[in-house]
């Protein structure tokens, strides 16, 4: 059977791989600085991890009118993040497409990264499948479709090329670093950042984990292995409702907030 974002989508162990999207859309110096300029993320970085998820399960799951709403939100958190380039920044704007592409790229790749280690390769059917969904968290926005690339394969020369020229500058280092060693949040919050940070270090490329000062060693490695087999095991065998809770958490809130 053919298994695609609708499938997987929903699986809450993707947020496990939350902090890797996250710090690889940072490593982008225009979105790094657009970001610590413009951005309450090390603030709020739950409403705005919620915020960002919500976005993803609406264009997957929800109705007409729950994207329209989660469009609408992105649009107007967007149109104050722009600045021309000066003698100290090279210019970012949120609208600007290569952009958004990378940031679906960043959410595209960890997802399928997240996938296999917890059920194995997928086939090439269900890659395909999945893959042409998330073209549409894009194109629901601005990204223009032809700019997504046209398959797999095209991807990952893409990502390759991308992830060699990566390079995470002083400000998106700041605000990756606010959030992973959080001082003024929820205490849940903080108790729950040295097993995020293991998680997030252990996914992300050995350059950027070392752009953010995320300590790593064999011992590390090991570990993370034996994390991933132990979760590879116990998370698929958990009621489906359970795996699924977040979304439906986040479409039950959205239709609360359309309601009032």
Request: proline residues 5%; positive net charge; charged residues 25%.
């Amino acid at each position: 059977m053919v298994q695609g974002m609708a499938d997987y989508g929903a699986e809450g162990i993707l947020l496990a791989g939350a902090g890797r999207a996250i710090l690889l859309q940072l490593a982008n110096p225009a979105i790094g600085n657009g970001v610590a300029e413009h951005s309450t993320f090390t603030r709020r970085p739950v409403n705005r991890l919620k915020g960002t998820l919500t976005y993803v399960y609406a264009v997957v799951y929800g109705t007409e009118e729950q994207l329209k709403e989660v469009r609408r939100r992105v649009n107007r958190a967007h149109v104050p993040v722009r600045r021309m380039a000066d003698d100290s920044s090279a210019g970012y704007n949120a609208y600007d497409p290569e952009l958004q592409l990378w940031v679906v790229a960043t959410l595209y790749d960890t997802a399928v990264t997240v996938i296999e280690k917890i059920y194995g390769p997928l086939d090439d059917d269900s890659a395909d499948a999945m893959y042409r969904d998330y073209a549409r968290i894009g194109t629901a926005l601005q990204l223009p479709a032809g700019m997504w690339p046209q398959d797999r394969q095209a991807f990952a020369r893409y990502w390759e090329d991308q992830i060699s020229r990566l390079q995470a500058e002083d400000a998106g280092v700041r605000v990756g670093r606010g959030l992973l060693f959080p001082k003024h949040t929820a205490l849940w919050y903080r108790a729950i950042m040295p097993s995020a940070r293991f998680l997030t270090a252990g996914l992300l490329p050995c350059h950027v984990r070392v752009d953010f000062g995320l300590p790593w060693s064999d011992l590390h490695a090991r570990r993370f292995d034996r994390t991933m087999r132990i979760l590879s095991v116990a998370y698929p065998r958990l009621p489906r409702g359970i795996r699924h809770w977040f979304k439906d958490y986040c479409l039950a809130e959205l239709d609360k907030d359309l309601a009032r």
